[in-house]
């Protein structure tokens, strides 16, 4: 008879192979994301000089219509700190981030288990619990890369486009952004963490974040609709113009916790399923 | 192939010494919306066993494994899997369990090689070079991207998957799909070098020609309960056999009267040959013994006795109304409970 093999010898692991499958699955994803939001500063930002300079687009942008002006937030767009946050973090950048945000969580859970993968992982060493923890915070870490990649770019263009931002507010706005990305993430990976399906989570993550947007720019109409603020993660975020007056600390926190309280949530969820039914 | 290492990191048990199952599954029960996949389902597999489940399509196969690996929850019952229930079982319970899915779908963009590095940093710790010779073994191309795969090949990794850190328990879902049958040969063939290293087989199939070989029981799977529970001796004793005898100085209407008369032998035809003698042909569902002191008298000039056709007995248990297939194979059923639990 063969003898088994002493198997506890000549074992390499590698350290944390759930976080670290993540990167190698998705680190081209990752890379084109980070290319089209540099890509939106590098193409918006430097057109400020042109249009704060007395042009006629301070005129064409009088000219729009009033409710159009506060939805796009364009009304503060007569500064740096407006422009950039009525062009990257509020508009372009919010959108790709969403997206990458919105598709990271609902795969991460929902995703895998409707493609069937998730099955064979969770029938290896590992836990459901550690499964939906590694995979949360490898979306944290790939968010908080492209915030930083976003801060570094801003900062790059601070001078060359007069944007004059001061860079403790370009800081906190950055943090600010990665939270409010953060959080639609995390519910998209709850979404798909109680559905099984990748559409759920879908639903969920670009549902916060489109009522978010929508609500933020119901709320700027009128005095009546100004309650929608309340409800709306993008105006917690946004509404309080940081980039000008500087990020609130505390809700930074609470867009980090709302996360990493939604995050736990999807994983107790995952544990109480049958998976792949 | 030689192990330099020798120290073993559990104890293997012989037969006979076994003092708990690999597998104890207990009334199990899994509800599905109003759709009941598992019906009350009884079975212990020894240790060191190779233990097979065969049934149609949807009888509840994958259901029993993937409760056994705790991807999903039985509605009532319970599993006991290596000593440790398998509801809500750890990490630790899985590492000395190899699981193939009977829907195999991997990760594509990234190569077997890669693949299964991974599988191995989560799974029980894979000895050096162990993945390269199941590789070879099955002839199969670690470097390849996943994706460009065929199903046989993706079977392969699988399989691979499975085996690599050598587990005291294989659970494997339909694992002879997509492969050619000289693969097959091969999977079996390891299969039973898993058995007399002491590990424990559970696998799954719609038909039985592709486990025979392997497995030492088969349970028969329908409808969400199991039919029967024999050793593939014992079913193939009981397995239709057909026949043909060639018999001279006999009328064929008297030789269909003699045959007729025995038990287990159905489909009976008796004609006239050429020559003069009567043909019978017919088929066989019991054993071979008594039918064959019953035709000593007959003069014989030809006698052909087919193998057995596991197949179509099973198909028969398949297809046989559920309290008469029971019926058939309720007392070996009991046989081999006790059998297990010697």
Known sequence: MTAVQDRARNVRRAPLPLFGKVFTDSWR?????????????????????????????????????????KTLNYDQI????????????????????????????????????????????LAHGVTRVQVAAARFCAIAVKILALSTLTFLAVLTLNDSARLEIQVENLLGTSLMFGGVSLLTASVALLGGALSGRRIGGIAAGAGVAVVGYIFNALGNQSASLEWLHNVSPYYWAFGNSPLSTGADP???????????????????????????? | MSHDALTQPRAVLGPGQ??????????????????????????QVPRGSVFGVIGPNGAGKTTIMRALLD?????????????????????ELRRRIGYLPGELILEGRTSGRRLL????????????????????????????????????????????????????????????????????????????EARDRGQTVFLSSHVISEIQQAADEVAILRDGRIVTINSVEELRTTAIRHLRLVASGIRPTDLA?????????????????????AEAVATLSSEIAPFLQAISTLQLKDLMLEEPDLEES?????????????????ARHADAQTDVTK
């Open chain 1, 250 to 277: 505390t809700t930074i926190a609470v867009f980090y916790a709302l996360s990493l309280l939604l995050a736990a949530t999807a994983a107790l969820a995952l544990r109480q399923r049958d998976i792949g039914v």
């Open chain 1, 29 to 69: 994803g990752l890379l084109g994301w980070a290319l089209g939001l540099a890509a939106a500063a590098f193409l918006y930002l430097p057109l400020y000089p042109s249009i704060s300079g007395g042009s006629g687009m301070q005129d064409i942008i009088k000219n729009l219509p009033p409710e159009l002006i």
């Open chain 1, 78 to 121: 007569g500064t740096g700190a407006g422009y950039a946050q009525a062009t990257v973090f509020g508009l372009i950048g919010f959108v790709l981030m969403t997206i990458a945000a919105t598709s990271w969580g609902a795969g991460a859970l929902g995703g895998d288990e409707e493609s069937g993968r998730l099955e064979l992982t």
């Open chain 2, 314 to 330: 099973v198909l028969k248990l398949y297809s046989a109304p559920m309290p008469a297939a029971a019926a058939a194979g309720l």
């Open chain 2, 257 to 277: 009267a003699a045959l007729g008369a025995l038990e287990g032998v159905t489909t009976l035809e008796c004609t006239v040959t050429p020559a003069g003698d």
């Open chain 2, 71 to 91: 991807i999903i929850r039985p509605t009532s019952g319970h599993a006991t899997v290596l000593g440790t229930p398998s509801r809500n079982a750890g990490p």
């Open chain 2, 18 to 43: 076994a003092p708990d199952a690999a597998i104890d599954v207990v009334d199990l029960v899994k509800q599905f919306g109003r759709n009941r996949a598992l019906n009350g389902v009884t079975f």
């Open chain 2, 117 to 192: 590095a991974h599988y191995a940093d989560i799974s029980g710790p894979v000895a050096a070079g162990h993945v390269h010779e199941l590789a070879e073994r099955l002839g199969f191309d670690l470097d390849r991207p996943v994706r460009k795969l065929s199903k046989g090949n993706k079977q392969k990794l699988g399989i691979v998957q499975a085996f690599m850190h050598q587990p005291e328990l294989l659970v494997l879902d339909e694992p002879t799909s997509g492969l050619d049958p000289l693969m097959q040969q091969e999977f079996l063939k390891m299969v039973r």
